[in-house]
């Protein structure tokens, strides 16, 4: 973008009379920010529209044909309240990261106990583990670990850590959660706690790896939609991460399983 303005008159650039200064200004920050923020409407819109669809769908089967089909009408239902289950979600996952983004270089002081959160995404996980024959390991570090944090915000990291290895990585029957504290990190001041969540499943191709924190990025839409998925979990963790400047990363080997490790500065 160029601005053209007349010379001021106290300025000598040598030009002769009535020249004009130009200023340039670069605008790809600009457009580039414009584009992702077009895209991710765009992913919002279809997000919402195709649950929505289905419901008005169903609402005008259960008026017409369904509505004197008692055993339909049941089946219609539960996959109605799924529907909306899902836009609910949906909806939730959009507040919480426009909530992380907006204050994510605000960091956490007050003092967390990262057992005791570990613990708490464990147990809330544990029903989804039993019911899909996964086996949940706590492995390292049991004591507690105090940190600055935010209590929920990290909950949420773990829960969908846990959430995405026993959905996705599953197969391999068993999820791992390691704890390990680091007195020294490259690049980190002082001490951390390195928290891993690892499974034994189909593991991610490498070229979807770096994009896993997109928001709505999926490597599988279908099968994600069919986990109940909403495809922001990770960004989630992504910025949640980034507020308590932390690092995230994410290792995956085909047929082997996926790791995912979560460094937390712990002064
Ligand atoms: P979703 O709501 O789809 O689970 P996420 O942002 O949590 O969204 O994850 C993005 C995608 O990353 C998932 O759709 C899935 O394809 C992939 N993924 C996440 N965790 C794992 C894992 N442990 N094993 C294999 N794939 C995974």
């Known amino acids: 973008l160029a601005t053209v303005a007349p010379l001021p008159p106290d300025v000598d650039l040598r030009m002769p009379k009535g020249g004009a200064l130009v200023t340039m200004e670069d605008v790809t920050g600009i457009e580039e920010a414009e584009a992702i923020r077009r895209d991710f409407v765009a992913n919002v819109s279809h997000e919402l529209r195709t649950p ?36 609910n979600r949906l909806v939730g996952d959009l507040l919480s990261l426009s909530r992380v983004e907006a204050d994510e270089r605000v960091r956490p002081t007050a003092l967390v106990d990262l057992s005791a959160v570990l613990k708490g995404a464990v147990q809330a996980l544990a029903p989804l583990a039993e019911a899909r024959g996964v086996v949940l390991v706590r492995a390292g570090e049991t004591g507690p670990l105090r940190l600055p944090g935010d209590p929920d915000q990290l909950t949420q990291v773990f829960s969908n850590l846990l959430e995405n290895a026993i959905k996705y990585g599953g197969s391999g029957g068993e999820v791992r959660l390691t704890v390990e504290q680091i007195a020294h990190e490259p690049g980190l001041r002082g001490p951390a706690v390195r928290v891993e969540v690892a499974d034994k499943g189909e593991g991610i191709d490498p070229i979807h790896i770096p994009r896993l924190t997109e928001r709505f990025y999926r490597v599988d839409t279908h099968r994600s939609r069919e986990q109940g998925g909403t495809g922001l979990g990770l960004a989630i963790v992504k910025h949640i991460v980034a507020r308590h400047r932390g690092r995230m990363r994410i290792e995956s080997e085909k047929g082997k399983g996926s790791r995912f490790s979560v460094l937390l500065p712990a002064g």
């Open 52 to 87: 929505l669809t289905a419901l008005i769908g169903f609402i005008e089967t259960l008026r017409g044909a369904a509505r004197d089909d008692a055993a339909a009408r049941d089946r219609f239902l539960t996959i109605m309240e799924r529907e909306a289950s899902r836009m």
